[in-house]
């Protein structure tokens, strides 16, 4: 496609369960990111991969999130047992990631969880 | 540690003045650095990039200015219209070779 793109737009769940959000970034992109955004507040880092290189996994808040990146493209974010606090906005983004203009972030339009 | 920092203050401004945000950082050698705009409910969109010998760029109403020493970027709106309103983030490189982004600065364009 033309861009990154995101699936679910709109995800509601309850307090325990299992969400999975998907990602495809832009085609012949390496590098993939997962960001984090509460009402009002900033972008906050969850994880960054680059390549076959492994992946950064310093900004995920705790055990329960985890991702993976499938043959270099497609990425899912998976968030096991969530809680009321993981309501959030989770935004993707892409980029060619070798350096200056290429490290341009592309985002996609992101998924709204809302834990209840 | 590594900071970027941008201020949390809204940033109100009349139509058809200049509006200057500033980012500055910390504990980086960024050879470059970016800004992006942020709409509500949206994705941020990439504006402009800075590198490190350039002191000015410029993109039609847009100006930035990135000084090394003072570890200080200046993003600039002149002619400011409503359209303008959003929220400008700034974003560099650290050593763990990832782009980091500012919290961003709201700007709000006044008719």
């Known amino acids: 496609g033309a861009g990154v793109s995101q699936s679910p737009s709109n995800k509601v769940t309850e307090k325990g369960k299992d969400v999975e959000l998907r990602c495809d970034p832009i085609?012949?992109?390496?590098?993939l990111y997962w960001y984090r955004q509460s009402l009002g507040q900033g972008l906050e880092f969850l994880i960054y991969f680059q390549g076959n290189s492994a992946p950064d996994k310093s900004g995920l808040p705790s055990d329960r999130f985890s991702a993976e990146r499938t043959g270099g493209s497609v990425s899912t974010l998976t968030i096991q047992r969530t809680q009321q606090e993981d309501s959030a906005v989770y935004l993707c983004?892409?980029?060619?990631?070798?350096?200056?203009?290429?490290?341009?972030?592309?985002f996609g339009p992101g998924t709204r969880l809302t834990v209840l | 540690s590594q900071k970027i920092e941008q201020n949390s203050e809204a940033l109100n401004i009349q139509e058809g003045k200049t509006a200057t945000l500033t980012c500055n950082y910390t504990?980086?050698?960024?050879?470059?650095l970016q800004w992006y705009r942020q709409d509500p409910g949206r994705g941020p969109v990439f504006l402009l990039l800075?590198?490190?010998?350039?002191k000015e760029k410029r993109k039609e109403r847009l100006k930035v200015t990135f000084d090394t020493t003072l570890k200080q970027s200046l993003f600039h709106i002149t002619a400011s219209q409503p359209a303008d309103s959003a929220t400008y983030l700034c974003a560099l490189k650290g050593g763990n070779n990832r782009l980091a982004f500012g919290k961003g600065n709201q700007v709000v364009v006044i008719p």
């Open positions: 085609s012949g992109h390496t590098a």
């Open positions: 983004a892409s980029s060619l990631g070798a350096g200056g203009l290429t490290d341009t972030q592309y």
């Open positions: 800075i590198r490190e010998n350039e």
């Open positions: 504990n980086y050698s960024p050879a470059y």
